[in-house]
């Protein structure tokens, strides 16, 4: 069975960085595409940023400049996102996703930006 475990969340003072990592396991194929989602409080599921396996990566516009997407490419099926200069407005549950014949999503974590 695939999961995917996120970790690396948190409190942040608005400037600061986090990076966030999320690594597959029971997984013996390469996913097509990785990457991160997030979901604030009231508001719906949205597309942070998506790496696909020919490193095609796109972003939202929110989060462009700030923050970066990587896959690692010693470890199979494990990305990054490096984020930095947050803002409050990055306050969310974020949740890692991968393509692979189905869409997995891992349980999420926290991360808080403060003012």
């Known amino acids: 069975q695939v999961q995917l475990v996120e970790s690396g969340g948190g409190l942040v003072q608005a400037g600061g960085s986090l990076r966030l990592s999320c690594a597959a396991s029971g997984s013996i194929f390469s996913f097509n595409a990785m990457g991160w989602y997030r979901q604030a409080p009231g508001k719906q599921r949205e597309l942070v940023a998506i790496?696909?396996?020919?490193?095609?990566?796109?972003y939202a516009d929110s989060v462009k400049g700030r923050f970066t997407i990587s896959r690692d490419n010693n470890i199979k099926n494990t990305v990054y996102l490096q984020m930095n200069t947050m803002l409050p407005a990055d306050t969310a549950v974020y949740y890692c996703?991968?393509?692979?014949?189905?869409?997995?999503w891992g349980q999420g974590t926290q991360v808080t930006v403060s003012s």
């Open positions: 790496i696909s396996s020919g490193s095609n990566i796109n």
């Open positions: 996703y991968a393509l692979g014949g189905r869409v997995y």
